[in-house]
Structure formats: C-alpha cells, structure tokens
C-alpha cells in the first residue's frame, strides 16, 4: 500500500481526494445543497460540511472532499462565531448592553419544530456576546458559541429579557473552529479554478482547496511509522513500538492526555487516522492510540 504524499508535495488529484474548501456560503441553498455542488464540481464520490447552514445563512462552511468526508466529526464539538442583527420590537432600553451580556454564560433552548433534532431542552454555551453597532431598534451582535446554538431562539430571548420582543434579522457565520472569514472562497472561486487548472494552472485551485489536514491542527497529534500507518491503513490499532513521539496540536496549545482525540500522521505530516489516547506514547509496548476514523 501507497502511503499518502506530505501536504504540501500532493498533486490536483490528492488534493481533490483529501482536501477542505472553506466556503463562502452564499444565501438562498442549503448547506447540504452546496456540498452536492461541490462534490460534483470536483468529481468526488463523497463530501462533508461542517455544520448546518440555512438556506438564508451565509458565511464560513468547510466542506471535506472525498475521504476527508471520513472525518466530519471533528466539526461537531466545534466553536462557532456568528454576526447577527438583533430587531428589536421597540426602543431598546437604556441598559439594552447589559441586558445583552447576561447572555454571555450557558443558556437552555429548545430546537425549533422544523430542527432535525428532537425537540428536547438542552443548555449551550454562549462565549462571547458583543454588541458592534446600535442604531435605534438594531444592534449588530457578534456571537461565539457552543456548536448547536440557536441564534434565533437567543435574539427571541434576548427581546423577550428586554421587554420589548425581538427576532433576529441577518445571519453571517464567521467562524468554525479553526476557520474564519479570513481566507473564505465562493463557489465562483472554486469553479474558476478548477478551469484554470485543466489548462494547466494549479496556483488557484491550491489556494482555494487545501489539504485535510487544515481541519485537524486544533488536536494534539502522534507521529507514526509508516510501516505502522500501513497497519493503521489495514485496520489494526496504534502500539507502541510504532510511535515516534506526541505532541501538541498545531492551533493551540492542546497535548495528547489520556482519553483526548488525537491525529496519527506519519513522519512527513500526512494524517493516516483519527483516534482516541489510551496509553503513554513513550512507553515501549502496549496499545496506544484505539482507531475512530481511518484516513488512508
């Protein structure tokens, strides 16, 4: 078997098969509508988003591409970061700013009738909540929360709190994890690129897919062999005679402990798996990393 080439040596196809393209969403499709898009624009079997867009939201939407599609997870638990106009009902109150940031802690909600998720209470984390701007009955509010927060239902509360109703207005996704609006491409992008690469121009296209391994530098990771990521290739769990060493993710300052989702790459940084901390890497036998998510 053929380990996978380092990310920064893989050719148009490699990148195509295990890439990430962090999306611009524009308004009116699903999120889901816009994977299909992609996949079928670059020709891949399998895609994945990381994380529910409606069709009147924009903003960042990391798409996997073939394989990468195997890892979507690691979008689940991720931080998200939202600019929303809140519509007041009625002249907002003097103390609107402080109303606001009561809201900066673990609020409850309950999924709205048209969720995919059942209908139950449940509480999320809000981070950060920012009021940017304020003209009369709208404020501009910056919001960083826990994966699975409703937006809407917070501006509903937040007018409610205030006394006077309100709804949300405009939503624009700015983050997800490690990506921002920062370096976001559109379909059009996408498309053009690929164009200028059948003509034998990569340089678009390679800054608008990037390799998957862009989605994994928040989690600590474990250097491997790479006759122990052919065994990983085949199924069979990380030991200890096939590691060459752990340590903290790339984005943060995360290392491996005991339990923690870990990355597994081989020695030049392509990830082969995802997986779960079980032993000490630095130990000379014994299990050390139970597969989740083969990459190879």
Known sequence: ???????????????????????????????????????????????????????????????????????????????????????????????????????????????????????????????????????????LLRVRCESGTYVRKLCHDIGLAAGTGAHMGDLRRTATGTFDDASLSTMHDLVDALAFAEEGDESQVREVIQPAERALVHLPRVRIAPSAAREVAEGAPVYAPGVIDAGPAEASEATPQQGSQVVCVTPDGAAVCLGTLVGDPDAERGLVVELDRVLV
């Not at 898009?37 to 895609?47: C, K, L």
């Not at 924009?58 to 998200?80: E, H, I, N, S, Y």
């Not at 939202?82 to 606001?100: G, N, Q, W």
């Not at 509480?123 to 950060?128: L, N, P, T």
């Open 1 to 139: 078997m053929t380990l996978r080439a380092p990310p920064e040596d893989r050719n148009l196809d490699s990148l195509r098969s295990f890439g990430v393209v962090n999306l611009d969403k524009p308004p009116g499709p699903s999120a889901h509508q816009v994977a299909a898009w992609i996949r079928d624009a670059t020709g891949q079997d399998r895609v994945a988003h990381g994380g529910t867009l409606d069709p009147k939201v924009t903003g960042c939407l990391p798409v996997l591409l073939g394989d990468a599609a195997r890892m979507a997870q690691v979008f689940d638990d991720a931080v998200k970061e939202y600019v929303t106009v809140l519509e007041l009902h009625d002249r907002a109150p003097a103390d609107i700013a402080d109303i606001v940031a009561e809201f900066e802690t673990e609020v409850y909600q309950k999924p709205p009738r048209k969720s995919a998720v059942k209908r139950q209470l449940r509480s999320r984390r809000i981070h950060a909540l920012d009021v940017l701007e304020r003209e009369e009955r709208r404020l």
